[in-house]
């Protein structure tokens, strides 16, 4: 087992639960939570638009205030922890990250499909120039064989990242594929390993122990579970599970409960649950933050969500395709329709 004292928790619900608000926190809300995690001894908090920097937009939905005065405010009360920030390459650019960066932002995550690590150079170099701890964010990693994953990671350490993680976008991956492939990275890097789950197969749980047995040692949870699909894995549980284990990771148990309980569950618009939609992402492997868009477009074109997810699933669509949601539901709309005679 890892040693628990290299165990360092990303908290994700200011970013990846950003999506099952539809993009509406508040800059009280941030600094109300931000605050509370600093006080429980969360040492890395997650803050931009659920799509990253600049992911603001028509595509990936508006936000409610702007990112920038949410990473702002996150600073400001952040004590000692680090607020980390999101980048997708064609998203986000490195102005926006410099913006981050000059407002006291400390890490930033970019991310990229499993198979595309060779968009990020430009941005890991910039963050590495302005002193931000850099971390390559291999999304979708249920999509690519291991040897694949490895070479990907590889291509992020080269770029000078001090972390890569595999990251199950879908909460598609089985506690074995996760084994495997934090494994193989333990044996083909020489940076930091790290693990993002989400819970649509109700596997988050399982798949981040699995991950932090094999090595992993940056673990990312959302409180409450507030995050796209059926969330990540859950912080206050996982807190209160590895401290059960014997795995101390300075972050205080209690004080994870109370602001699971006061402070975020008043936020989550309804409770984060497996709904059949969520369930759906992990079953067919598609992208946690498709769910809201898909429901959407199936009220709006009278068909399943379900039947929208699982084609968006076999035509294996991908984070930032996600106008394709709409393509795809006009189409199976199209083709519901009765043949006049």
Avoid at 42 to 66: K, M
Wanted: aromatic residues 4%.
């Amino acid at each position: 087992m890892t040693n628990s004292r290299d165990i360092l928790i990303t908290e994700v619900a200011l970013r990846d639960g950003s999506h099952a608000i539809s993009h509406q926190f508040t800059v009280e809300q941030v600094l109300n939570v931000t605050k509370a995690l600093s006080v429980a001894g969360v040492p890395y908090i997650e803050v931009t638009h659920g799509d990253g920097l600049a992911g603001s937009s028509l595509q990936y939905g508006f936000s409610r205030t702007n990112e920038m005065e949410l990473i702002e405010a996150a600073v400001s009360v952040a004590g000692q922890s680090k607020i980390a920030v999101l980048l997708l390459p064609g998203i986000g650019t490195v102005k926006e990250l410099k913006q981050a960066a000059n407002l006291g932002a400390k890490m930033v995550r970019v991310a990229t499909h499993v198979t595309e690590a060779d968009v990020a150079p430009q941005h890991i170099y910039a963050a590495k120039e302005l002193g931000m701890e850099t971390v390559g964010f291999l999304m979708m990693s249920h999509m690519a064989e291991v040897d694949k994953l490895v070479e990907q990671a590889k291509l992020m350490e080269q770029y000078g990242a001090d972390t890569v993680y595999v990251v199950d976008s879908a909460g598609a991956l089985l506690p074995e594929g996760v084994r495997e492939r934090i494994r193989a990275l333990k044996q083909s890097v020489g940076i930091n390993v790290g693990f993002h789950g989400h819970n649509n197969l109700s596997l988050a749980m399982a798949n981040t122990l699995v991950a932090i047995e094999e090595g992993a040692t940056r673990i990312d949870g959302s409180v409450r579970c507030l995050g796209a699909g059926a969330g990540n894995t859950q912080t206050e549980v996982l807190v209160a599970v590895l401290d059960r284990m014997g795995i101390k990771t300075g972050v205080d148990v209690y004080k994870m409960m109370d602001l699971a309980e006061e402070l975020v569950a008043p936020i989550l618009q309804t409770p984060q649950e497996i709904t059949r939609e969520s369930l759906t992402l992990g079953y067919a492997g598609v992208y946690s933050s498709f769910a809201l868009h898909a429901k959407r477009a199936a009220a709006k074109f009278g068909i399943d969500a379900r039947d929208i997810l699982t084609e968006l699933g076999s035509r294996k669509v991908v984070g930032g395709q996600e106008d394709m949601i709409w393509d795809v539901a006009a189409e199976m709309a199209q083709a519901k329709k009765p043949v006049k005679a």
